[in-house]
């Protein structure tokens, strides 16, 4: 990029460069420079303060971890929140992925389809993230994947189904 050609020519510039320069000498004011901190006259002070302000903020940190570890403890003293029990599934059973669970949940993403069958091999207890505990709603089902965990939302009996078919 070519430089850009200034309107002032050369002597006029060097002129009033020089014209500053005598300017500055003859106040000599200080060169104040914002880049540099100011002058402490009390070192010892400023770092005290510097000191109390980060143990404040370190109290303060482990005052919440304190207060969080706390209501923790509490909760898990209480036990689980509720309890929910899902029944009506056994080992053994044949069931289905029902149409409705298969368009509401998506499930595509775990290589189901409405209509995929299996036999429920064991059901499975899980404690869930907010303290809530759940008996029997996901189970281990033998299916077209081989063994797979599903939850017993997607899933109607295929008794059910053969006694709908003969009415």
Not at 17 to 26: A, S, Y
Not at 94 to 101: E, F, K
Not at 133 to 148: A, H, I, S, T, Y
Request: with cysteine.
């Amino acid at each position: 990029m070519a430089r850009r050609k200034s309107r002032i020519p050369r002597n006029a510039r060097a002129a009033a460069l020089e014209q500053l320069r005598t300017f500055r000498e003859e106040d000599e004011a200080p060169e104040v420079s914002r880049s540099t901190r100011p002058e402490v006259s009390n070192s010892e002070l400023l770092q005290e303060l510097r000191n109390e302000r980060h143990e404040a903020k370190r109290n303060n940190k482990q005052e919440k971890r304190q207060a969080r570890n706390n209501a923790q403890a509490l909760r898990q003293e209480e036990g689980p929140r509720a309890k929910i029990e899902y029944s009506g599934f056994n080992p053994g059973d044949l069931v289905m992925i029902s149409p409705r669970a298969n368009k509401r949940y998506g499930l595509e993403r775990y290589q189901l389809f409405a209509g995929a069958t299996g036999v429920i091999v064991e059901e499975e207890d899980m404690t869930l993230w907010g303290g809530d505990f759940e008996k029997g709603r996901w189970v281990q089902v033998m299916g077209p994947n081989g063994l797979q965990q599903w939850d017993i939302r997607w899933c109607t009996h295929m008794d059910d189904m053969d006694e709908e078919d003969e009415d």
